[in-house]
Each structure stands twice: as C-alpha cells, then as structure tokens.
Nanobody, 121 residues
Framework: QVQLVESGGGLVQPGGSLRLSCAAS????????MGWYRQAPGQQRELVAT???????NYVDSVKGRFTISRDNAKNTVYLQMNSLKPEDTAVYYC???????????????WGQGTQVTVSS
C-alpha cells in the first residue's frame, strides 16, 4: 500500500504565495514522474506541473513563471511553490506519482486526497 499525503493549502490574497508538499510513503521501490493537478468547481481536472526523477520539469502555460515544482527523492516528496497567485488559481490541488511498488515491482498511478487552495481578497 502507498499513501500520498498533501499539505500546505489554504486561503491567500491575490499576489500572495503558498507552498504545497506531498509525501509518498509505503511499499515503494522507486518513484518515476511526480506532478500536481488541480480541479476548480465545475471544471475538469487539469495538469499543473510535472517533474521527472531526474528533475526535468514541465508546466501548463497559465502557471509558467509563477509556479515552481521540485522534489526531494530521498524524502519521496514533491513540492509546488506558487507565487503571484491569482483568483483563477483557486482549486483543489492533487498530487500524483507513478510509483513502482514492492514486492511486485508493478507500476501504479497514485493520487493524494487533495488540498484546497483559495485565492481571494
């Protein structure tokens, strides 16, 4: 069994910053890509950013220059630093990781429970 536990969401004013964290734990052999997705009310879940195990990152155009994804492989943790937040960034943010499981070495697509980010004055 594997768990992804997110933290760091909350209420922030426009222009403010938040840092999300997501730690994976359990029967982990290795972790491939990790990423963050978000879902606003009435909208489909969308990709925000991904990062490979070697640290190569990709972002959706709407967050480029404002958000930074990073990871600590020793801690099985991925982060999302969000700066210059806008009201349209309001959503539930979900952590995702492609994890190779023990003892089967089967690759599984794992999700966190989500953390609310609200940008409002």
């Amino acid at each position: 069994q594997v768990q992804l536990v997110e933290s760091g969401g909350g209420l922030v004013q426009p222009g403010g910053s938040l840092r999300l964290s997501c730690a994976a734990s359990g029967s982990i052999f290795s972790i491939n890509d990790m990423g963050w997705y978000r879902q606003a009310p009435g909208q489909q879940r969308e990709l925000v950013a991904t990062i490979t195990s070697r640290g190569s990152a990709n972002y959706v155009d709407s967050v480029k220059g404002r958000f930074t994804i990073s990871r600590d492989n020793a801690k099985n943790t991925v982060y999302l630093q969000m700066n210059s937040l806008k009201p349209e960034d309001t959503a539930v943010y979900y952590c995702n990781a492609v994890i190779v499981l023990l003892p089967t070495l089967r690759r599984d697509d794992c999700w966190g429970q989500g953390t609310q980010v609200t940008v409002s004055s």
